[in-house]
């Protein structure tokens, strides 16, 4: 009897230990961290619920990164191949290796391509980007984008 007890115990403290799951969701805006429960992205305003409960709206030209549903985004200089700066958008952060990162870009999720300027229908187009000190450069060609991949320790799966 003592045993099926204890075992009752364990399993009831094993389901209270699951049933709270850590806090994944952040937004850095001006230089201001929040830890979020819900982040709901607006036309111009981004409403936050903090883990305090506390709701905040923060414009949305004051986001400087956010990770939502386990994805990281960063603002950064959208480039295209010669290095010249289109556009600044969010970036989803892949990978950090001795201090680079990877990140992906997809140009064709809102039916417009920054880089090529055309209006295509809905097709996801990934774009690799390296940050390397400071400096965001387009990976451009598939040897490359292997190179970067294979440095990342990525695995693309087609």
């Known amino acids: 009897m003592k045993t099926l ?34 982040i709901h992205r607006g ?11 506390e709701i905040v709206k923060v414009p949305n030209f004051l986001v400087q990164s956010f990770r939502q549903h386990g994805r990281q985004y960063e603002l950064l200089p959208l480039v295209n191949g010669k290095g010249d700066t289109v556009t600044m958008t969010y970036m989803e952060l892949i990978a950090s ?8 870009y997809c140009t064709n999720c809102n039916k417009y391509d920054p880089l090529s300027g055309e209006i295509a229908p809905m097709n996801h187009i990934y774009r690799y980007f390296v940050l390397k000190n400071g400096k ?3 990976l451009s060609d598939d ?3 292997g190179d970067a991949m294979a440095f990342f320790n990525v695995r693309v799966i087609k």
């Open 5 to 38: 007890g204890i075992i009752a115990c364990l399993i009831m403290l094993s389901i209270a230990v699951t049933a709270r799951t850590p806090v994944k969701d952040f937004i850095i805006a001006d230089g201001v961290f929040y830890d979020c429960t819900e």
């Open 43 to 53: 036309f111009s305003n981004t409403t936050v619920t903090t883990t305090d409960g």
């Open 97 to 104: 290796h001795n201090g680079c990162s990877l990140y992906r």
């Open 136 to 138: 965001i450069s387009l």
């Open 143 to 145: 040897a490359s984008t």
